[in-house]
């Protein structure tokens, strides 16, 4: 991994309160920016050829342009968020749809325990099922009262508030439902194969 990766990360700052302290896991430091972290360029897909898809193990697959992505039901989520380069930022705004809302769209196969979130540029990551589900993930297409910027993974990204932030894939296109886990990239080069940031998982063995 590069040093642009990671350097920005390491720099610690003081935590402002003990309210605020008890919010931030082990090894991590409060930034009050949003600090830009990717494995490569920003993919700039047109919104027009934009689709988002639950697919894998579901009875039918179901694919939303954007326009009809904008439609479903959405909602502001507001969470704390946890980079393994240990930085922690609280209070973060998004707007979007909860992935609750998009699983009940589809018939479900009851062998489907873990998801892969895919992504323009290749990108995927995997998550247990119950991470995301129960109103703990969700697909955000604006932050901060504003549409989300393309280095930030816009036009969306997937919000896994409870893991690491690199399991909060950028530019996602999709979920597939699958009956067993499988490696997404940062999880096959390394990192944390659950990544819960309270138990500092961020590299296998952790």
Not at 89 to 98: A, E, H, M, S
Not at 165 to 181: H, N
């Amino acid at each position: 991994m590069s040093d642009r990766f990671i350097s920005r990360g390491f720099v610690g700052k003081r935590r402002e309160s003990t309210a605020a302290a008890n919010r931030i896991p082990p090894g991590q430091h409060e930034v009050k920016d949003f600090p830009v972290l990717s494995a490569g360029p920003t993919p700039r897909a047109p919104l027009s050829r934009w689709t988002f898809t639950i697919e894998g193990l579901v009875k039918q697959p179901i694919k939303w342009t954007w326009d009809e992505f904008q439609k479903l039901p959405a909602r502001e989520f507001v969470a704390d968020i946890h980079c393994v380069t240990k930085w922690t930022k609280l209070d973060t705004r998004w707007y979007g749809v909860g992935v609750d809302t998009l699983l009940e769209m589809v018939d479900l196969d009851p062998k489907a325990r873990f998801l892969i979130a895919f992504c323009d540029g290749g990108y995927t990551t995997n998550l247990p099922l119950p991470d995301a589900v129960n109103g703990r993930a969700f697909v955000a297409y604006q932050y901060d009262g504003q549409p989300l910027a393309g280095e930030h993974g816009g036009p969306a990204r997937l919000v896994v508030p409870n893991l690491y932030f690199w399991k909060s894939a950028k530019w996602v296109r999709g979920l597939r439902l699958m009956e067993k886990d499988k490696s997404g990239f940062w999880e096959s080069a390394g990192y944390n194969n659950h990544g819960n940031p309270w138990k500092e998982q961020r590299y296998t063995g952790d």
